[in-house]
């Protein structure tokens, strides 16, 4: 049965080729080359490349249409549009290059991403744009966010502030670097962090900070201990100390406890109350 079906398939396909082509639709063999045999069916090229052409043209032609015209229509949105002009309120280079942290509304996007300014200077002033990624995980899409002069005014303003230097010395530098990630990110503070409290003090004397955050269970040196050189150095005697501490609960830190006449905050640390406390250790910046 199955042989006989072959047999029965093989003839009409040769049927097919024969109407269509003007060929038996039998295989022959051409010329020997590298030792290999090459089979050719004998049939009029051009009539194959049309048929198929048609087939292809007739099932799919509407979908390139379509296809045509978005990417037609794409490449006419790229070509017209123009990124806003900006006035720059402060000199570019102190702004090109920055890394600064925005929400990208007019993309459709309103949460914060990080991106780093370029400036495009042109006829009428200035164009600044910020590459950013959106998406965690594989496939990213990187994106280009033009600002206008309502953002760019704002981003100035942020770049001009002083920001207050801190100092945060623990032995634990995973917490550190947390801390250090999370302070900086409101764009208000440059943290150094220090993981050897045997070095804290002379980071301190090098680094100049307006706030010094401070373990108190720490290796070598402790936090009182390091408190003591700080408050006996002429140069750092003024600085604010805060320590963040596990020896406390939180309802202590609440009621305005002091260790060592310094301020403290009770472990795990809570950012927003950790502001709070620094810009409260620093009523001129007020």
Same mark, same amino acid.
């Given at each position: 049965?199955?042989?006989?079906?072959?047999?029965?398939?093989?003839?009409?396909?040769?049927?097919?080729?024969?109407?269509?082509?003007?060929?038996?639709?039998?295989?022959?063999?051409?010329?020997?080359?590298?030792?290999?045999?090459?089979?050719?069916?004998?049939?009029?090229?051009?009539?194959?490349?049309?048929?198929?052409?048609?087939?292809?043209?007739?099932?799919?032609?509407?979908?390139?249409?379509?296809?045509?015209?978005?990417?037609?229509?794409?490449?006419?949105? *790229?070509? =017209?549009? /123009? $990124?806003?002009?900006?006035?720059?309120? &402060?000199?570019?280079? %102190?702004? !090109? #290059?920055?890394?600064?942290?925005?929400?990208?509304?007019?993309?459709?996007?309103?949460?914060?991403?990080?991106?780093?300014?370029?400036?495009?200077?042109?006829?009428?002033?200035?164009?600044?744009?910020?590459?950013?990624?959106?998406?965690?995980?594989?496939?990213?899409?990187?994106?280009?966010?033009?600002?206008?002069?309502?953002?760019?005014?704002?981003?100035?303003?942020?770049?001009?502030?002083?920001?207050?230097?801190?100092?945060?010395?623990?032995?634990?530098?995973?917490?550190?670097?947390?801390?250090?990630?999370?302070?900086?990110?409101?764009?208000?503070?440059?943290?150094?962090?220090?993981?050897?409290?045997?070095?804290?003090?002379?980071? *301190?004397? =090098?680094? /100049? $900070?307006?706030?010094?955050?401070?373990? &108190?269970?720490?290796? %070598?040196? !402790? #936090?009182?201990?390091?408190?003591?050189?700080?408050?006996?150095?002429?140069?750092?005697?003024?600085?604010?100390?805060?320590?963040?501490?596990?020896?406390?609960?939180?309802?202590?830190?609440?009621?305005?406890?002091?260790?060592?006449?310094?301020?403290?905050?009770?472990?795990?640390?809570?950012?927003?109350?950790?502001?709070?406390?620094?810009?409260?250790?620093?009523?001129?910046?007020?």
């Amino acid at each position: 049965m199955l042989a006989r079906k072959h047999r029965r398939c093989r003839k009409e396909s040769r049927r097919y080729y024969r109407n269509e082509f003007r060929h038996s639709g039998k295989p022959r063999h051409c010329r020997r080359d590298h030792r290999s045999k090459c089979l050719a069916i004998d049939g009029r090229a051009p009539q194959i490349r049309q048929t198929v052409t048609d087939y292809l043209t007739v099932a799919y032609g509407r979908k390139l249409d379509v296809l045509r015209t978005l990417f037609s229509y794409s490449n006419a949105v *790229a070509m =017209s549009y /123009r $990124p806003p002009t900006v006035t720059l309120q &402060i000199p570019a280079e %102190k702004i !090109d #290059g920055q890394s600064v942290t925005f929400r990208p509304v007019r993309d459709g996007i309103d949460s914060e991403v990080t991106g780093v300014i370029q400036i495009v200077e042109n006829a009428d002033g200035f164009s600044v744009n910020a590459s950013y990624v959106v998406g965690q995980n594989p496939p990213q899409q990187s994106h280009v966010y033009w600002f206008d002069q309502s953002e760019i005014d704002v981003i100035a303003r942020s770049l001009t502030k002083e920001k207050r230097r801190i100092l945060i010395v623990d032995d634990d530098s995973d917490s550190t670097h947390l801390v250090k990630i999370l302070l900086e990110k409101t764009g208000s503070y440059v943290v150094l962090e220090e993981n050897d409290s045997a070095a804290a003090h002379q980071s *301190a004397r =090098s680094f /100049r $900070p307006d706030v010094i955050l401070m373990d &108190i269970m720490m290796p %070598k040196t !402790d #936090g009182a201990e390091l408190a003591v050189q700080i408050e006996a150095d002429p140069e750092l005697h003024s600085t604010p100390i805060i320590f963040l501490t596990a020896l406390v609960t939180r309802p202590e830190t609440n009621t305005g406890l002091r260790i060592e006449g310094h301020r403290s905050l009770a472990k795990p640390i809570n950012i927003p109350e950790l502001i709070d406390h620094i810009e409260e250790s620093l009523p001129h910046a007020m």
